[in-house]
T-cell receptor
Framework: DAGITQSPRHKVTETGTPVTLRCHQT?????MYWYRQDPGHGLRLIHYSYGVKDTDKGEVSDGYSVSRSKTEDFLLTLESATSSQTSVYFCAINPGLVPDEQFFGPGTRLTVL | GENVEQHPSTLSVQEGDSAVIKCTYS??????FPWYKQELGKRPQLIIDIRSNVGEKKDQRIAVTLNKTAKHFSLHITETQPEDSAVYFCAASYNTDKLIFGTGTRLQVFP
């Protein structure tokens, strides 16, 4: 499973609270991604990183921020959670062995009440 | 930007029959097209992919075809089995390091 873990795996929180999700990888991969998965929308890219402190926005970045202070960790923060951010969040990595190829972490199910 | 459309959204087949899922993309610069399988409650798993310099690729019972002129690509599963039941996602690359995903196809294989 490409050495990717996500924490927490499940979280229930209330509207307006900050939430941070963690993606951890053990293989020193350069590229890391955060997606959200919702019924009828497939997987949509939130933010991605191409190295330490190098991040960029994806197609649904509003309301989310990310940080990558070390290669192995990519953090996704919801500054003030809203019910529309209830979703399953997947982290992915690109090992770089084959361009574009991505492998996913186990996911985090987030519920915002 | 890139846009990927996927059809059908649901597909039911009898065990042993073939299943075909189709995707179209909008950006002619896209050059990498992976397919993912996602079982209930699990992560998406890469099952096969194709690059724009290849027209067809096979791996046992699954195959992917690409028509660059028409900008569409398809997943073919032959001799379907109940364990093939899952949601399948297509994707297309853009800007070399990102993927845009289709909305998924729920495949049900009935014994």
């Amino acid at each position: 499973d490409a050495g990717i873990t996500q924490s927490p795996r499940h979280k229930v929180t209330e509207t307006g609270t900050p939430v941070t999700l963690r993606c951890h990888q053990t293989e020193n991969h350069r590229y890391m991604y955060w997606y959200r998965q919702d019924p009828g929308h497939g997987l949509r890219l939130i933010h991605y990183s191409y190295g330490v402190k190098d991040t960029d926005k994806g197609e649904v970045s509003d309301g989310y921020s990310v940080s990558r202070s070390k290669t192995e960790d990519f953090l996704l923060t919801l500054e003030s959670a809203t019910s529309s951010q209830t979703s399953v969040y997947f982290c992915a990595i690109n090992p770089g062995l084959v361009p574009d190829e991505q492998f996913f972490g186990p996911g985090t199910r987030l519920t915002v009440l | 930007g890139e846009n990927v459309e996927q059809h059908p959204s649901t597909l039911s087949v009898q065990e042993g029959d073939s299943a075909v899922i189709k995707c179209t993309y909008s950006d002619s610069a896209s050059n990498y097209f992976p397919w993912y399988k996602q079982e209930l409650g699990k992560r998406p798993q890469l099952i096969i992919d194709i690059r724009s310099n290849v027209g067809e690729k096979k791996d046992q019972r699954i195959a992917v075809t690409l028509n660059k002129t028409a900008k569409h690509f398809s997943l073919h599963i032959t001799e379907t089995q109940p364990e093939d039941s899952a949601v399948y996602f297509c994707a297309a690359s853009y800007n070399t390091d990102k993927l845009i995903f289709g909305t998924g196809t729920r495949l049900q294989v009935f014994p």
